[in-house]
């Protein structure tokens, strides 16, 4: 049950925080993280391109990324779990490197920036490797790659959760940013070590 509902929680979030960048075509964009932007940049054709790639590539990856993980759809329905697994592979990349080209000018200046970046190159680089584990027929190794690039794709839910509170801890929007910029990924790889770690205990035993 507890599994169970984990599960129907992490769905949930990953649906939510998908969903969220279409706010940005509703309402006006000085508000949350954009609050932050200066004038110039936010009218930078270069930079909307990149921060409209990241966002709305991200968000359909966050959206139909956890239901790779389900059992039952690779059992049942190989063919939907392959469409839906080159889709993501695609929407990650281009968020991934728009991302990174957007990393560049993170509020904080050099601290958020590098988290940031070295984020979507972790992104970018677990995903390739988890489309190219799987083109050679290397399944355990492609689906531990998913696990570490669901983990990084997870980091928009969890910096939307870290985020308030460390703004309410700190008192303070800019330092809670600093700290988020590693806090909303680097706790989510560890968990996918120790995911993908277990895994590997339990196959190496029934063996």
């Given at each position: 049950m507890?599994?169970?509902?984990?599960?129907?929680?992490l769905a949930i979030l990953a649906m939510l925080i998908g969903l969220y960048?279409?706010?940005?075509?509703?309402?006006?964009?000085?508000?949350?993280?954009?609050?932050?932007?200066?004038?110039?940049?936010?009218?930078?054709?270069?930079w909307n391109i990149g921060f409209y790639t990241h966002i709305i590539f991200g968000?359909?990856?966050?959206?139909i990324g956890w239901t790779q993980f389900s059992p039952k759809m690779r059992k049942r329905r190989m063919?939907?779990?392959?469409?839906?697994?080159?889709?993501?592979?695609?929407?990650?990349?281009l968020s991934a490197l728009a991302g990174i080209?957007?990393?560049?000018?993170?509020?904080?200046?050099?601290?958020?920036?590098?988290?940031?970046?070295?984020?979507?190159i972790i992104w970018f680089y677990t995903t390739l490797k988890a489309y190219l584990y799987i083109k050679r027929g290397e399944v355990e190794q492609h689906q531990k790659m998913m696990v570490y690039s669901y983990a990084a794709c997870f980091a928009a839910v969890t910096l939307r959760i870290w985020l308030p509170i460390l703004t309410i801890i700190y008192g303070d929007f800019l330092k809670a940013y600093l700290v988020v910029?590693?806090?909303?990924?680097?706790?989510?790889l560890i968990v996918a070590?120790?995911?993908?770690r277990k895994t590997a205990n339990i196959d190496s035993v029934s063996q």
């Open positions: 507890v599994k169970k509902g984990l599960w129907i929680l960048p279409t706010i940005y075509f509703f309402m006006d964009r000085k508000f949350g993280l954009l609050n932050s932007k200066s004038v110039e940049l936010l009218t930078n054709i270069f968000g359909i990856a966050l959206s063919a939907l779990h392959r469409k839906l697994g080159k889709v993501y592979v695609v929407a990650v990349l080209y957007i990393g560049l000018f993170a509020t904080g200046g050099i601290i958020s920036s590098t988290g940031f970046i070295c984020l979507g910029a590693w806090l909303c990924w680097v706790p989510n070590y120790l995911l993908t």
